[in-house]
């Protein structure tokens, strides 16, 4: 193990284990001198509807109505396209859509009030079928080969349908902004969120003001998972629109109910694909990929297009041909959660080559592995895979671990009795940083370092740490590099106001692309190293140099330039009477590179784990027939508990990138990704396997298990 | 106390309880999640004679205001009930949550309620004018509706010893492991002797009530455990027949096979 | 009427709002104990988890009445004790703290656990914690903290 990969106590760990943390809910009410107002949403109650209009209750003095009306710039928040209104336009297009905002000083009476506000609607047949959905906010086509001709010439070709649903990101603490007037007629708005200079730019634009009207600050935030990075970016525009008329702080904190019900999920998905198999080897593949993009664009382009890159997983397939549609429907806009479109294609590619491999009579683990693409194998995209691929020997590792292979072909003999057991595998990557040419054009990250006289020295980045650690991992990057004691170098949480940006806090790519600038930021510093001055050092992003151009219009070259890998086995007993589902074991074998710092990426790969096999299971969110959501409450969206996956083993392998920190590549998305098809593999193979039971979709709850075997002819 | 009252005593509660509207108050663990604006409450969570588990020849006793983790740290309550405490939620639900709790609360998915039914239980409820005891079943109507009068409160669940040691199936079948609530759960208790079967109770959470089986429960009595597993499928039969599943969280049919399924495993076992 | 007294972290006081608020509320907004966290509000995540009378209790779940006369403890009290410090650096060995929303919680859960039980096994550790959510760890970390703060604290609890 390198030097840097050792475990060090984490920066945040005293403050909020001893509660001393302050998230944006924490702020007591008259923090900054002025009273805090409790600001609180008008939430559209029918998914298509024309807003007639808006009656409020008398309201007493204090208490302020807002809506699109009081946007002093642009009622449109830019997320990549700028269709998301601040403030509802003529029309809701969703169940939860904000209409307004009601604010003053006592949360019980702005609930009150809230009860008596009178929406008119006119209400229009709302679109929300996404097998049918006909406009699309996205539509890509890519694809290398002659697919025709495979198919022509294939021995078999197979087609099969694959279904994801949605899935929540559930951090602890729900979504909250708070926006505060100051003196200098700047607007300062902070709270629980991923990407400060996303919201920079969403809320200097609904204010009108330029850029250098408001400045923006990352409070300690509970947890992420890709859920605060477009949302913030929304919640603070409605905040700073209050704020500006009200001319005081106003702060908003979702209810559990409403961030359940009206926040971004994982986007839903249905997966046509075909397979051309010509002597026992796939020859060609066709994808046909819907996502359910809800009502606004939202992150859906930048979603579909990492998922529509992994249609073909990690398997070599000489013709590919794939469409991917961001299908518009008036249900919540579906945003980022780790694993960012991902999930959906794999879960399609890993069950359809088990399939395959069952119907030629193959072990689906042997079939998969003559697939497995090598370093130099051209990628979906005509990029290629410039460095080792080490999925084989991480294949062995998970086989140690659990004796993979032989409970694999064990459990797919024919079993009876009550309860049955299966075990599944998926191997898979996770493309490390922005997909194509993001970082390059559009991002261009900018990382400093400040040395202070006394010869502290801190890190200014835009990097939020939101419980992944890099407010520890950033430091311990530059203290190793300048080999000073970590104490001498601290990241705080970032405020546009003073760092540069190095980009948001989204695709595994913090640690990588903004560490690695630190690393080198770090060596200049050194080398220019003044005892009793105050000097900064600047580090501005580079692609480095063996990457392919991608060219998003052609989906075509490098979409990352390196990728981290991943083999997950899952064991599970089904009890035939009940349909439970127990998962005996669940295993992984991890390559994010070099760990900076082995906990912290355990940590991640087995948090990432668990909400991967939450996604397979248990955590089952529908809307009804008006397009509400259901499962709105803790009580009805079920996330794992500490009982529920009691044996769970993560393990790293170490495939070095050059161009990261010290060898690391991204981490954070990648454990998620491969659990969901190896706990299907698993619950299929229980019940018989593909002959009797073909499953095709996610989540696969106990429920599903019974009504399943309640098809089969006794 | 501004809002609320807080009796020292049973008498004292039961007076609040006849002159006032006030909300009888256990655990809190439903009631503050229903979270009533203005909602007076009757705090009983301190009455001592409420908090009590006693054993009086016939019958083990167990206070409306005993918790569920008291109650499984308690030798007197019978093994079927602890195994259904021990499933309920969580720690901080058990140490809060109440006998009285979930009977009041009038919901259909309640754990002990279904132990209880299950070991033939009977509830006793208590008013500044007299008491009355009936039995489970009879006390519950349907989901967000029970017997209890507006100047009663429950004192205590019984439960007849001469079923608390007997042999006993249960199940419970929630969303995950732990902090589930019920969507499908069963609970027997049999006495076999010699083979032959000499009482036998079966209840479950799924129909969106309490009730027991009468007939079909009946109807097995003086048969052998053999010939009832010989024909469990045909004896599961005569309860299904009975029963209208509901749903919910999950389908009807879910429901119906694993009772079914749960009922013929239990028939197949007695003995 | 005084208002209704109880111990708060060693301190008798006397609130004189109403009985029927809600224990998170109050602490939060009128004792400024922001270590008590709001997750769900209806008992289903732990993240507001307060000992009274050293038994875990999830303070959305409590009204005010319930409380007088008895003891509560939050993180603001506990991390003063040599078994906070204990668990502290147990949860630090590990990096078990992530996001840091459900800790105080997760924290008080275990101590509620190793009062009771001083050297529990993994499964009683797992069960103990079972209504406390967390959704960045997966909860190994966690566990083997609570595991190792009793090897270490042995004789503390």
Redesign the interface.
């Known amino acids: 193990m390198k030097e840097i990969s050792r ?1 060090i ?2 920066k ?12 944006v ?2 702020y ?2 008259t923090a900054s001198g002025k009273r805090i107002l409790c600001g609180k949403l008008i939430h559209a109650a029918y998914a298509k509807a024309r807003v007639l209009s808006v009656t409020l209750p008398p309201l007493p003095e204090g208490y302020t109505y807002v809506d699109r009306n009081d946007v002093p710039g642009d009622n449109n928040v830019n997320i990549v396209l700028d269709d998301t209104p601040v403030f509802c336009r003529e029309t809701v297009e969703y169940i939860g859509e904000p209409i307004g905002m009601l604010v003053g000083p006592e949360e019980a009476v702005v609930d009150e009030l809230l009860a008596g506000v009178k929406v008119e609607y006119d209400q229009i047949e709302p679109m929300l079928d996404l097998r049918n959905g006909t406009e699309a906010f996205f539509d890509y086509h890519f694809g290398h080969g002659d697919v025709d001709r495979a198919f022509a010439e294939a021995d078999k070709v197979y087609e099969e349908e694959f279904l994801t649903g949605y899935q929540d ?6 979504q909250g902004m708070m926006a505060e007037p100051e003196e200098d007629g700047r607007m300062f708005v902070h709270g629980s969120l991923q990407c400060p200079y996303y919201v920079h730019g969403a809320v200097a634009r609904a204010l009108g003001t330029g850029p250098e009207g408001v400045h923006i600050l990352q409070d ?6 890709g859920g605060k990075e477009d949302f913030p970016s929304i919640l603070g525009c409605q905040v700073a629109v209050a704020a500006h008329k009200t001319g005081q702080p106003v702060r908003c904190v979702y ?2 109910r409403e961030d359940l019900e009206f926040t971004p999920k994982r986007h839903p998905s249905l997966c046509r694909y075909k397979l051309a198999v010509k002597d026992g080897r796939v020859t060609a593949l066709e994808a046909d990929v819907r996502f359910d993009a809800g009502a606004y664009s939202t992150l859906s382009a930048v979603v579909l297009q990492r998922g529509i890159i992994a249609a073909p997983g990690i398997y070599h397939i000489p013709n590919v041909r794939v469409t991917g549609k961001a299908i518009k429907t008036n249900t919540v806009p579906c945003g980022a959660y780790r694993g960012f479109g991902a999930p959906q294609t794999f879960f399609a590619i890993e069950m359809m080559m088990n399939h395959v491999a069952q119907d030629l009579g193959v072990d689906s683990i042997t079939f998969k592995q003559q697939h497995f693409a090598k370093q130099g194998d051209m990628t979906s995209t005509q990029g290629r895979y410039h460095f080792p691929v080490p999925i084989p020997a991480m294949l062995d590792e998970v086989d140690a671990l659990c004796a993979l292979r032989r409970k694999h072909q064990a459990y797919s003999l024919p079993q009876t009795g ?1 309860f049955r057991r299966g075990i599944g595998f998926s191997a898979i990557f996770h493309g490390a940083g922005f997909t194509g040419s993001g970082e390059r054009d559009i991002i261009k990250a900018t990382a400093k370092l400040r040395k202070y006289a006394d010869g502290t020295v801190e890190v200014l980045a835009s990097n939020g740490d ?4 890099v407010r520890t991992t950033f430091p311990k990057i530059v203290s190793h590099e300048l080999n000073l004691p970590l104490e001498k170098v601290r990241y705080e949480h970032p405020d546009t106001a003073r760092v540069p940006d190095s980009g948001p806090t989204v695709a595994s790519r913090s640690l990588m692309t903004v560490g690695e600038l630190l690393r080198r930021a770090a060596i200049r510093l050194r080398d220019i190293w003044q005892d009793g001055v105050e000097q900064e050092v600047e580090e501005h992003y580079k692609e480095p140099d063996f990457v392919i151009p991608f060219y998003l219009d052609r989906f075509e070259g490098d979409a990352y330039p390196t990728y981290a890998w991943s083999v997950s086995a899952v064991e599970v007993e089904v009890d ?5 589902v127990q998962i005996l074991g669940a295993y992984g074998s991890f390559d994010v590179g070099t760990p900076v ?1 082995e ?2 990426v ?2 991640q790969m ?6 991967g096999l939450g996604y397979a299971s ?1 955590e089952k969110m529908q809307y009804d027939e008006k397009g509400r959501i259901r499962n709105n ?4 969206y ?9 044996k ?1 083993i993560a393990r790293l392998h170490v495939e070095e990138y050059p161009d990261g920190p010290y060898g690391a590549k991204g981490a954070g998305e990648l454990p998620l990704v491969g659990p969901p098809p190896a706990y299907l593999e698993a619950v299929e193979m229980a019940l018989g396997g593909m002959k009797r039971h073909r499953l095709n979709r996610i989540p696969y ?3 599903d298990v ?2 399943e ?2 098809k089969e002819v006794p | 106390m501004v809002n609320g009252y807080k009796p020292g005593s049973l008498q004292e509660a039961l007076d609040i309880r006849s002159r006032t509207d006030a909300i009888p108050y256990a655990g809190g663990t439903d009631l503050m999640v229903r979270n009533q604006k203005g909602a007076v409450y009757l705090f009983l969570n301190d009455i001592e004679a409420l908090k009590q588990i006693t054993d009086d020849g016939d019958m083990i006793r167990i206070g409306a205001a005993v918790t569920f983790t008291r109650a499984l740290e308690n030798d007197l309550v019978p093994p079927l009930m602890k195994e259904a405490l021990s499933q309920i939620a ?1 720690p901080a639900i058990r140490n809060a949550g109440t006998f009285g709790g979930n009977l009041g609360n009038a919901s259909d998915k309640a754990d002990s309620v279904l132990a209880a039914l299950a070991l033939d239980g009977r509830v006793r409820l208590a008013s500044a004018g007299g008491e009355r005891t009936v039995r489970i079943e009879d006390f519950f109507v349907k989901r967000g509706e029970t017997i209890l009068r507006d100047d009663e409160l429950i004192v205590e669940v019984l439960l007849p010893k001469s079923r608390c040691s007997l042999p006993f199936y249960y ?1 419970k ?1 929630g ?7 019920s ?2 759960a069963f609970a027997g208790v049999y006495d076999v002797q010699d083979g032959v079967i000499r009482s036998i109770s079966v209840a479950v959470i799924g129909e969106g009530k309490f009730t027991r089986y009468r007939e079909a429960e009946a109807a097995l009595i003086g048969r052998t455990a053999e010939e009832v597993k010989e024909n469990a499928a045909a004896c599961a039969d005569s309860f299904i027949r009975n029963m209208t599943f509901t749903r919910g ?3 009807a ?2 429901r119906r ?2 009772v079914r ?2 009922l013929t ?1 239990y028939l197949t076992s007695l003995g | 009427m005084n208002g209704l007294c109880f111990w708060l972290n060693g301190k008798e006081l006397c609130y004189d709002g109403s009985a029927g608020d809600r224990l998170l509320d109050v602490l939060r ?1 009128k004792y ?11 008992g ?2 732990g ?1 507001c988890a307060v000992l009274i009378d050293g038994v875990l209790m999830n303070a959305c779940c409590v009204a005010m009445g319930a409380v007088e006369g008895h003891e509560v403890l ?3 009290g506990y ?1 003063e004790t040599e078994r906070f410090k204990v ?2 650096k147990a ?14 919680g997760m ?1 008080l859960a275990a101590e509620a656990l190793l009062r009771v039980k001083p050297h529990p096994t ?2 009683e ?3 103990a ?15 083997n903290a609570v595991l190792n703060a009793a090897k270490e604290g042995d004789g503390l609890w």
């Open positions: 475990s106590k984490k945040d760990h005293d403050n909020k284990i001893e509660g001393r943390s302050v998230y809910d924490d007591p009410l990101q559930t951090y602890l603490e729900p300690v935030t509970g947890g992420g998972f209810n559990r009550r939101i419980g992944q650690g035939t009477y009940t349909g439970r710092d906990n912290i355990l940590g087995e948090g990432g784990f668990l909400q248990i409450s803790f009580t009805d079920l996330v794992p508990t500490a009982m529920d996956v009691p769970l709850s106990a429920e019974i009504l075997l309640n | 969580a199940q079948l969303g995950r492991n732990a902090l589930a609530i969507r499908v969280r999950v389908s049919e879910y096979t694993v399924n749960l495993d | 907004d400024d104990l922001k270590s008590v966290k709001c997750g769900c509000k209806e289903e995540c993240a939050t993180v603001e991390r668990l502290s949860f630090a060995d590990l990096s078990a703290v992530q996001c840091g929303f459900c800790i105080p924290v993994e499964e550790v797992r069960r914690l079972s209504g406390n959510i967390c959704r960045c760890t997966g909860y190994n970390a966690i566990v």
